[in-house]
């Protein structure tokens, strides 16, 4: 399994704008194969810096998602969205694997 982490430079000004795009990839995603964890959305802090988090099996599966996800047709509306409203500044994936398991209970002293 590994994880895919987008990291978002968002306008600081359209945050409900990203709340939406969050929403449409939270029907699109697990429709087309990944298992979504969530999108996070600035809070406390930057107020630019925004998050999408999933799990998905392999590269090889990661390739398949990305075909489906380019011919679902929210999947479509969303990225045609993002051109309209111009919210992402830019975005960068990075590709993990868990390496802390299996975590150790914590001890309550």
Known sequence: MITCIIRYDIEPTQHEDFAKYARN???SIPRCGAK????F???EGSSTLAYGIY???SLAAYEQYRRRLASDPLGRENYAFTQ????????ER???ILVSSPHTPEVNT
Do not use: D, H, M, V
């Open 55 to 57: 799990n998905i099996e």
């Open 25 to 27: 990839w939270g029907q």
């Open 84 to 91: 309209e409203r111009k919210f992402i500044r830019r975005e």
């Open 36 to 39: 979504l964890i969530g999108y």
């Open 94 to 96: 990075t590709f993990t």
């Open 41 to 43: 959305a600035p809070y």
